[in-house]
């Protein structure tokens, strides 16, 4: 009989293609995921020593990071330019390098155009139980389909470009368990919010993280991809989540998902994509579902959260000594004191987007809430991002565009934006943000920007209210 | 890649902990397509103070960097790496590492040692005034007052510093295992290829 395995080795086992005497592997990569920041340094290197792509059938390039989220298109259906002459040098070697490697490309201005990790499941390119990688640390995110998936670095990026595989040492495995069920206003976000804040930014290192119990269950793909998308802030290299009927539902009929019979004989395989019982993880946590409120970031690390109820804490409240100081640090780069209530903080910009939060059930819980309601006059720059051209379509026809407008939030093309601070989005230095995006790093949303990561929930009541506020006071 | 074996020279008592790839090198240095001149814009928000230890001429182009907990978190951006070589460090000496920041390291030649937080603590004092001596062939952090900490490190990382060999052209060499692997999926999961 084979020894009980985790999800995690099933895969990796079923990915290995050669094992070193010292236990690194040859992994075999199912899908690449492409975009213009970390590929153009790749794709240099390839042509500086004369390779080719080994298999572009398994590689998916689109651009997101750098494009702008304003109109792409003039009246008469032209191209508008790119201001930023080096996002459009990005952009062009991009769309030079894939059509001259043979690359699937998904262009700027195709409707399908968008976040490449929203792409990845929508387009059913990401499935369960392959292997992917992306140049950018939030591929994790297709873990929330069950495939092990990683950021991964330039260098990387053109190993897997001309090899199709790595060079990885297994990791250890770790399991988070969140049982029960959630209070109502508590989203996946709210939920891998306060995993971080419990486990730790550093909590998962060396670490690919499986999320189970019953309260992972029961979220939807979007949801799970919510979770899993931040598996690296809590120091995982990767996030993984079982396949199930869920999950099966959502990629059924996508267009690069499996058809006929091809579809029945991989759905028998993802379903023994499981933990087998009696499989032992190296570091288990269990957290009850009934402990997670509405939760914001007070500091610069995602490991800083409170729930909305809460109150900036006091540093000198910390064991950890450099915990302590790096706490100070915090506060004083994100003007804030000690014992202040997290609702009392006003905020003047509001992110609905990113990779986190950006896709069509982000959009329907934003709405939601500003539905019928303005935008506070402190409230400066509100922009809603969908996550993708399809996404966008989606919440169009369903009205949400109008609601945000109406409301006095902008509603833009789909790309990163002010997820990080390469495009033109970004927030003023001294400013706040109330941010559905993943990272409340020091200068993420632009120099001297101050976020506070939340759900869309969240932030659609932070853009009515011009504070952080409890959602739960503005759900009928 | 040069070559990495001895390291001598003054290390920069950085000490910090979760030093993310942000802090390396802020997002707005990413929008190139070249490799070169990172190193202006590394650790650009701590350089605005123009007493920053990066400036003092005493550790103008040292090698080594001494960093807290964690280190390169965040963002997977290889150039993190990239900036740090252009400014000269060949060696960082940490507790822990975020695991991306540490594979593009060994990439792009720069060494990851990790030692535990009462020998980084240690090599601060001395950092201060005097050079630190790094040896990857004996796995070993000496200062010249008798100090000596040995760190772990993986072989096959090991060897591919000191040699300076860059990993395409080594799995390369497994060309056959991978077109086999190859063969055997598409007879195993034929479905597993993209259907459009
Ligand atoms: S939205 Fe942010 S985290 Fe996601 S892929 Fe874009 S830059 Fe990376």
Not at chain 1, 415 to 444: H, I, Q, W, Y
Not at chain 2, 164 to 178: N, V
């Amino acid at each position: 009989m084979t020894r009980p395995r985790t999800l995690y080795e099933k895969i990796w086992d079923a990915h290995v293609v050669e094992q070193r005497p010292d236990g690194t592997c040859l992994i075999f990569i199912d899908r690449h995921l492409v975009h213009e920041v970390t590929s153009p340094q790749a794709f240099a290197g390839l042509r500086a020593n004369g390779r080719t792509v080994r298999r572009p059938d398994l590689t998916l390039a689109v651009p997101d990071h750098n494009v702008p989220t304003t109109a792409r298109l003039d009246a008469a259906g032209n191209r508008l330019p790119i201001a930023d002459p080096e996002s459009a040098a990005q952009l062009a070697a991009l769309e030079k390098n894939a059509p001259e490697y043979g690359i699937r490309y998904i262009d700027a201005v195709a409707p399908e155009q968008g976040i490449v990790h929203v792409v990845g499941p929508e387009q059913g390119f990401s499935l369960p139980g392959t292997t992917i990688v992306c140049g950018d640390s939030h591929t994790a995110c297709h873990g929330g389909i069950g495939a092990l998936a990683f950021g991964i670095g330039t260098s990387e990026v053109e190993h897997v470009l001309a090899t199709q595989t790595l060079l990885l040492q297994p990791s250890k495995t770790m399991e988070v368990r969140v049982e029960g069920e959630v209070g109502p206003g508590v989203t996946a976000k709210d939920i891998i919010l306060h995993i971080t804040g419990t486990i730790g930014a550093a909590g998962g290192t060396g670490h690919v993280i499986e999320y189970t119990g019953s309260a992972i269950r029961a979220l939807s793909v979007e949801g799970r991809l919510t979770v899993s998308n931040m598996a690296i802030e809590g120091g995982a290299r990767a996030g993984l989540i079982a396949p199930d009927e869920t999950t099966f539902e959502y990629l059924k009929g996508r267009p690069y998902a499996p058809k006929g019979a091809d579809w029945d004989a991989a759905v028998a395989w993802w379903k023994s994509l499981t933990t087998d019982p009696g499989a032992t993880y190296d570091k288990v946590v269990v957290i009850d579902a009934a402990d997670i409120a509405p939760s914001v970031t007070w500091g610069t690390s995602p490991e800083d959260v409170v729930p909305i109820t809460g109150v900036v804490p006091d540093p000198a409240s910390f064991a950890d000594p450099s915990k302590q100081v790096a706490a100070a640090k915090s506060l004083a780069y994100m003007g804030l004191e000690p014992g202040t209530r997290m609702q009392d903080v006003s905020i003047e910009n509001i992110f609905i987007g990113s990779c986190t939060n950006s896709r069509i059930e982000d959009m329907r819980a934003a709405a939601a809430i500003v539905k019928g309601r303005k935008k506070a006059d402190n409230v400066k720059w509100a922009i809603v991002v969908p996550g993708s051209g399809l996404v966008k379509a989606q919440a169009e026809a369903e009205g949400l565009d109008r609601i945000f407008t109406e409301a006095g939030l902008e509603w833009r093309e789909p790309g990163c934006s002010a997820c990080l601070a390469m495009n033109p989005d970004k927030v003023s230095a001294g400013e706040r943000c109330a941010s559905t995006s993943n990272r409340n790093f020091v200068g993420r949303q632009g120099p001297g920007s101050r976020t506070h990561l939340v759900s869309p929930a969240m932030a659609a009541a932070a853009a009515v209210t011009g504070k952080l506020t409890d959602v739960r006071e503005l759900m009928a | 890649m040069t070559p990495l074996n001895q390291v001598e020279g003054r290390a920069i008592p950085l000490g910090l902990k979760n030093v993310d790839t942000d802090v390396i090198i802020p997002a707005h240095w990413l929008k190139t397509t070249t490799r070169e001149g990172m190193g202006r814009g590394a650790f650009e928000s701590i350089r605005k103070d123009p007493d920053n230890l990066f400036d003092r001429a005493e550790f103008k182009g040292a090698p080594i960097l001494i960093a807290g907990d964690n280190f390169g978190c965040g963002s997977s951006r290889e150039h993190a790496a990239w900036a740090l070589g252009d400014l000269g460090i060949r060696v960082v000496i940490a507790p822990s590492y975020s695991d991306i920041f540490s594979g593009n390291a060994v990439k792009n030649g720069i060494l990851p040692v990790v030692l535990p937080q009462a020998a980084i603590d240690r090599l601060m004092e001395v950092a201060a005034t005097d050079p630190v001596h790094v040896d990857l062939e004996h796995q070993t952090v000496t200062t010249q007052f008798q100090d000596r900490f040995t760190f772990e490190i993986d072989p096959f990382r090991k060897m591919c510093l000191i040699e300076g060999l860059d990993e395409i052209s080594l799995t390369e060499k497994s060309d056959a295992a991978i077109g086999d692997y190859e063969k055997q999926l598409d007879a195993e999961r034929p479905w597993m290829r993209p259907a459009a």
